[in-house]
């Protein structure tokens, strides 16, 4: 997932009586709580559904596909598909042409969204009709399969720029906090869509236990290319773009690439992007490998998406509430105080798995694991609100929506990075070997490794069994540990709370 102004127009961006605000610490008069109105709520409910199309597509990339994937492929195999998501966390290296270029007949922010709704929906329409011949060949295809779904990324990433600058507009200014909780639940819902309600009706045992027909990813894919082509037509034929009165710097590509840079020269926004780019190796390896290694454990995929599911009315209601708290005076403070929660849920996350029960799981133990899922998602919803509520108050539109995009972009990359590499270490450490109880068979299956998809292959061939040694995923984890709580105390905590007492101007370049 309001922007202020630069220091010229503070009176602009608080109301003429506060003209020297921009000399105010972030978060000032803020506490004058505005009511929304109703092209707010209409502008609210337009960035829901444009957030969770855009979330289809990334729960698919970033969810869904390692989860089907792990069946066939090893965490390093999984990891080279993981990088198909970067692109999401690159895409200010192109925001700027899509703030600049548009047909101003179409409006600034249609004349993005419309032809990146339709490509979408289009490689869903194509992917539909090939998907599960790259997943029954996954060992073989996952070089073109990461290239596909890196596509779609690049596409969804190109439509949040938009998105996200559209949001400057279609809120008021006082109420903008609130894109954040728009982003979350539409993205959230879209994402879930694709994780949590897929697995669960692609599951042939639900679909035994409940009656209803599994529903597979090529049928998934062809529905919601049906849902971007019927949301494209209404935004040709129904909605329209307020007008915005724009200079010739605000459309000049190079002008926005040179302010960009000015922008990360400052000395705040330099601060904040190590902030943001160290401040989820604590927690890397549980958000990368932990649902991974419970359904690996015998929690099955559909139970793990119910419980999935079951978080996000919480994370709904909570949302709302986190981004009224967001609009104190100290916007980065429930942010600081996430970080508790979600340390210790990853701690325990590990313990949990080392001491997880032998299938069946108990109605018990599932209980159990849904409130456990549901403290962590809290926790980093938290997170996500407070930092984008952050965002919007510091960002300056004049530049449209490359400023928040920045800010943005920082954050997701935080995220992203170190996935690739949590996954490649868990089997780097990982030892498992082949065990074969024939004595008959060959010993060239005996004792060979069973990390690769060669290695497992090839146990399976000989009859036998992986047997894992030393998991990988335990040292990982001890290891993100140590390093992030180090980095978090030594530095993340403390710098946070310095810049949220930072006054606007600290924030702003000459443009």
């Known amino acids: 997932m309001g922007l202020l102004a630069g220091a010229e127009h503070a009176s602009e961006s608080f109301g003429e009586e506060d003209s020297d605000e921009s000399d105010s610490p972030v978060g000032y008069n803020e506490k004058k709580k505005v009511p929304l109105t109703r092209e707010d709520k209409k502008g609210m409910v337009l960035l829901i559904v444009l957030y969770l199309i855009q979330g289809v597509p990334l729960g698919l990339a970033m969810e869904t596909l390692p989860f089907l994937?792990?069946?066939?492929?090893?965490?390093?195999?999984?990891?080279?598909?993981?990088?198909?998501?970067?692109?999401?966390?690159?895409?200010?290296?192109?925001?700027?042409?899509?703030?600049?270029?548009?047909?101003a007949s179409v409006g600034r922010r249609r004349s993005w969204i419309i032809p990146t709704q339709t490509v979408l929906g289009s490689i869903m329409l194509w992917m539909s009709f090939s998907v599960q011949a790259f997943l029954d060949n996954a060992a073989d295809r996952i070089y073109a399969l990461t290239v596909i779904f890196t596509s779609l990324v690049v596409i969804a990433a190109t439509q949040d720029i938009a998105v996200d600058g559209w949001s400057l507009t279609l809120l008021s200014r006082e109420n903008l906090s609130y894109a954040a909780m728009c982003q979350t639940v539409g993205l959230n819902t879209g994402w879930l869509m694709s994780f949590t309600v897929f697995l669960a009706l692609n599951s042939e045992d639900f679909s035994a236990k409940w009656g209803t027909p599994v529903l597979t990813l090529s049928a998934y894919l062809r529905f919601w290319s049906i849902v971007c082509f019927g949301v494209t037509i209404w935004l040709i034929l129904v909605q329209r773009e307020r007008k915005e009165d724009l200079s010739e710097d605000e459309t000049s590509i190079t002008s926005v690439y040179k302010t960009i840079w000015s922008i990360s020269q400052l000395k705040s926004i330099r601060s904040f992007m190590i902030i943001h780019l160290t401040s989820k190796i604590t927690f890397a390896a549980h958000d990368a490998a932990t649902s991974l290694k419970m359904v690996e454990k015998g929690l099955r995929k559909e139970d793990f998406a119910a419980a999935a599911l079951l978080d996000f009315p919480i994370q709904v209601v909570g949302g709302y509430f986190i981004a009224r708290w967001s609009r104190g005076d100290r916007?980065?403070?429930?942010?600081?105080?996430?970080?508790?929660p979600r340390v210790t849920i990853a701690f325990f996350a590990a313990v949990i798995l080392w001491n997880f029960p032998a299938p069946p799981i108990t109605a018990g133990f599932f209980a159990f694991i849904i409130v456990f899922r549901s403290f962590g998602e809290m926790a980093s919803t938290t997170q996500f609100i407070s930092s984008g509520a952050f965002h919007a108050r510091v960002s300056d539109p004049i530049i449209g929506g490359t400023y928040i995009t920045l800010l943005n972009t920082v954050t997701n990359l935080g995220y992203t990075w170190p996935r690739f590499f949590v996954l490649r270490a868990i089997d780097f450490f990982s030892i498992a070997t082949c065990e074969v109880d024939d004595t008959s068979t060959s010993l060239a299956a005996k004792g060979v490794e069973c990390i690769s998809?060669?290695?497992?292959?090839?146990?399976?061939?000989?009859?036998?069994?992986?047997v894992m040694e030393r998991d990988g995923y335990f040292i990982t984890t001890g290891i993100c540990l140590?390093?992030?709580?180090?980095?978090?105390?030594?530095y993340i905590v403390p710098t946070a709370r310095k810049l949220q007492a930072l006054p606007l101007t600290k924030w702003r370049v000459a443009v």
């Not at 403070?333 to 970080?339: G, L, R, S, T, V």
């Open 69 to 103: 994937l792990r069946e066939r492929l090893s965490y390093s195999k999984i990891a080279t598909f993981s990088l198909c998501s970067y692109p999401y966390s690159l895409k200010l290296l192109w925001s700027p042409i899509v703030d600049a270029r548009f047909f």
């Open 331 to 340: 916007p980065l403070q429930p942010w600081i105080w996430a970080f508790l």
């Open 453 to 466: 998809e060669q290695g497992t292959a090839l146990c399976s061939a000989a009859g036998g069994k992986c």
């Open 482 to 490: 140590s390093l992030g709580l180090v980095v978090l105390v030594a």
